[in-house]
Nanobody, 121 residues
Framework: QVQLVESGGGLVRPGGSLRLSCAASGSIFIINNMAWYRQAPGKQRELVADITSGGNTNVLDSVKGRFTISRDNAKNTVYLQMDSLKPEDTSVYYC???????????????WGQGTQVTVSS
């Protein structure tokens, strides 16, 4: 199996920064896309940013210029650097990875358990 373990969430004041990390472990042959999603209470889960194995990125318009996604393929880890945080960024943030467990397997989506980010004064 594959596990995604997130870290780095917490409480921060408006204008502050946080860095989320998500490490994938287990039976991994190759990881295709990795991403961060978020879900606020009463709202649908939305894609914040994703990154291909080659480093191409896609970022939600409302966080462009403030959030940066990156990954370390050697460590099977994806990061989300969040700067100039706003109260509306408050959500549970989930890590996502599209993983192939071996040459005889297709790709399967895996999710982390979620980490709370709260932006408040």
């Amino acid at each position: 199996q594959v596990q995604l373990v997130e870290s780095g969430g917490g409480l921060v004041r408006p204008g502050g920064s946080l860095r989320l990390s998500c490490a994938a472990s287990g039976s991994i042959f190759i990881i295709n896309n990795m991403a961060w999603y978020r879900q606020a209470p009463g709202k649908q889960r939305e894609l914040v940013a994703d990154i291909t194995s080659g480093g191409n990125t896609n970022v939600l318009d409302s966080v462009k210029g403030r959030f940066t996604i990156s990954r370390d393929n050697a460590k099977n880890t994806v990061y989300l650097q969040m700067d100039s945080l706003k109260p509306e960024d408050t959500s549970v943030y989930y890590c996502y990875a599209n993983v192939r467990r071996g040459i005889y397997y297709g790709y399967t989506a895996y999710w982390g358990q979620g980490t709370q980010v709260t932006v408040s004064s």
